[in-house]
């Protein structure tokens, strides 16, 4: 009799540690929302250029304690290649041209990791362009203002490392830069 009263009291202080042990974390899918900003900024022998798109898409599974963001499970953010502008059409044809927009049309990025605590954390990930994909890291800020959630990040990294040939103009006579500044800020929200 003691025997039993042991197993149903052992069994019923697990059952309440694992009840409450999942009220406290929950895992919600969040998706791309809002205007995100993506951007690419270099250099040339002529001047610094920018181009930038307003579009794009993305979802994950976010890692939540008590309510509060605590890491992502998953997450997948990815924008068409074309949508990057500049505002000169001849620098956004030749970026096109060089990117391999017409074979690879997008830009994506697929998180693997993501480490730290509070509103700095560091992101590791396959972070693919002109159809390379590279494993990349980075910092990142989070920031929450209600159920939503802002990441903000930027990387340096070169052209040459996707395998893209620094686009020329004029001849050959304007020369754009190897190192380019990626960065982003893109905000996210519970599919509920």
């Known amino acids: 009799m003691k025997r039993f009263t042991y197993f149903r009291f052992f069994f019923l202080l697990s059952a309440i540690l694992l009840i409450g042990g999942n009220s406290a974390f929950s895992q919600t899918n969040y998706v791309l929302s809002g205007t995100p900003l993506f951007k690419v900024a270099g250099g040339s022998t002529l001047h610094d250029w920018e181009m930038v798109s307003e579009s794009g898409v993305g979802q994950g599974i976010f890692v939540l304690e008590n ?6 499970q998953s997450l997948t953010v990815s924008f068409q290649a074309e949508t990057l502008k500049s505002g000169t059409r001849g620098l956004d044809s030749n970026a096109y041209k060089a990117l ?6 997008e830009v994506r990025f697929v998180l693997k990791e993501l480490t730290g605590q509070g509103s700095s954390m560091t992101a590791k990930g396959d972070l693919t362009i002109a159809g390379v994909t590279k494993l ?46 990626l960065s982003f800020k893109s905000t996210f929200q519970p599919t509920l």
């Open 136 to 181: 990349v890291s980075f910092p990142v800020k989070v920031s929450a203002v209600g159920n939503k959630l802002t990441f903000e990040g930027s990387l340096e990294t070169r052209l040459t490392n996707f395998s893209i040939t620094p686009p020329t103009a004029l001849m050959g006579t304007v020369k754009t830069e190897d190192e380019i500044k």
């Open 67 to 72: 309510g509060q963001f605590k890491t992502v």
């Open 100 to 105: 391999k927009t017409d074979k690879y049309k």
